[in-house]
T-cell receptor, first 114, second 111 residues
Framework: NAGVTQTPKFRVLKTGQSMTLLCAQDMNHEYMYWYRQDPGMGLRLIHYSVGEGTTAKGEVPDGYNVSRLKKQNFLLGLESAAPSQTSVYFC?????????????FGPGTRLTVL | GNSVTQMEGPVTLSEEAFLTINCTYTATGYPSLFWYVQYPGEGLQLLLKATKADDKGSNKGFEATYRKETTSFHLEKGSVQVSDSAVYFCAQGSGTYKYIFGTGTRLKVLA
């Protein structure tokens, strides 16, 4: 039982390049989330998904796209990377959308955009 | 809107010292409250939670009580260890899918 895994762990991009971050969970969770973590700002929600084939915008969605083609996977895409997207990205999942439930987090992807 | 405010860090303590990390929240309604811990190089993991007023969450010697009257959820531990060095996040869950995190407090425990 690996929990939530993220690929890659580190990445350096040049401005304008594109990339996809992969999140996978093996807990059969319906809900998945992408956050970014910046110094002094806590975690901010980028996009989330309430089930296979569905996605929704979070607090800071601009410049990102997501897809949830399979229940266990949640992909985060950057079509044209900008230095402002330098951050640590965390994926999380939860059994339900109830705010009583905890979220399970992946180990993070550290992205640097030059 | 809803928010979470936690004390600025870093907090530096000697081993076996008493720890308090303050957390206050603003919310409409009755959110669930969480403390997550992030060890170096890892993702966040749940430390403890409380879902209603006066509930006390506890785990690994850490405790926090949901205080509705003071809108607080302060984290405490009676005797910290070097292995407790990490970043601690207070969070609230309010409404479906919506979690709000504080900015995190870094704790450093010296041997």
């Amino acid at each position: 039982n690996a929990g939530v895994t993220q690929t890659p762990k580190f990445r350096v991009l040049k401005t304008g390049q594109s990339m996809t971050l992969l999140c996978a969970q093996d807990m059969n969770h319906e809900y998945m989330y992408w956050y970014r973590q910046d110094p002094g700002m806590g975690l901010r929600l980028i996009h989330y998904s309430v089930g296979e084939g569905t996605t929704a915008k979070g607090e800071v969605p601009d410049g990102y796209n997501v897809s949830r083609l399979k229940k266990q996977n949640f992909l985060l895409g950057l079509e044209s990377a900008a230095p402002s997207q330098t951050s640590v990205y965390f994926c999380a999942s939860s059994f339900s959308g109830s705010s009583y439930n905890e979220q399970f987090f992946g180990p993070g992807t550290r992205l640097t955009v030059l | 809107g809803n928010s979470v405010t936690q004390m600025e860090g870093p907090v530096t303590l000697s081993e076996e010292a008493f720890l308090t990390i303050n957390c206050t929240y603003t919310a409409t309604g009755y959110p669930s409250l969480f403390w997550y811990v992030q060890y170096p190089g890892e993702g966040l993991q749940l430390l403890l939670k409380a879902t209603k007023a006066d509930d006390k969450g506890s785990n690994k010697g850490f405790e926090a009580t949901y205080r509705k009257e003071t809108t607080s959820f302060h984290l405490e531990k009676g005797s910290v260890q070097v292995s407790d060095s990490a970043v601690y996040f207070c969070a609230q869950g309010s409404g479906t899918y919506k979690y709000i995190f504080g900015t995190g407090t870094r704790l450093k425990v010296l041997a």
